[in-house]
């Protein structure tokens, strides 16, 4: 197992933990653990992650009317939204830096 999928798992149980106890800085964390998992991930996949992200992040809060595991589950799937959305920046920047370099 790389470091990078031990981070992506962290990032993971971070994201549901988040959902249920505060965490102070998880957003912050959430979008660290996203942008050194993203280091991983092969060009070939940078198009879903960046759409994940979006698409994450745009519906987070679609869970909020099912009763008393909707307020959850949207946390949740906002807090993977915010992990996608550090691994989406991170592409997008290293995607710049080599058009800038090469």
């Known amino acids: 197992m790389t470091v990078y999928k ?5 990032g993971l149980l971070l994201a549901i ?8 800085y998880a957003p912050t964390l959430l979008a660290l653990c996203g ?3 993203a280091f991983s ?11 994940s992200a979006l698409l994450l992040h745009t519906v ?3 869970f909020g009317g099912i009763p008393a595991l909707g307020t959850y589950l949207s946390m949740i799937i906002g807090n993977l939204g915010v992990m996608a959305c550090g691994a989406a920046i991170l592409i997008v920047l290293r995607n710049m830096v080599a058009r800038l370099t090469g």
């Open 60 to 62: 987070a809060d679609t």
């Open 35 to 37: 942008a050194v998992a």
């Open 41 to 51: 991930i092969l060009p070939d996949h940078h198009v879903r992650v960046i759409v």
């Open 6 to 10: 031990i981070v992506y798992a962290v």
């Open 17 to 24: 933990v988040a959902a249920f106890v505060t965490v102070p």
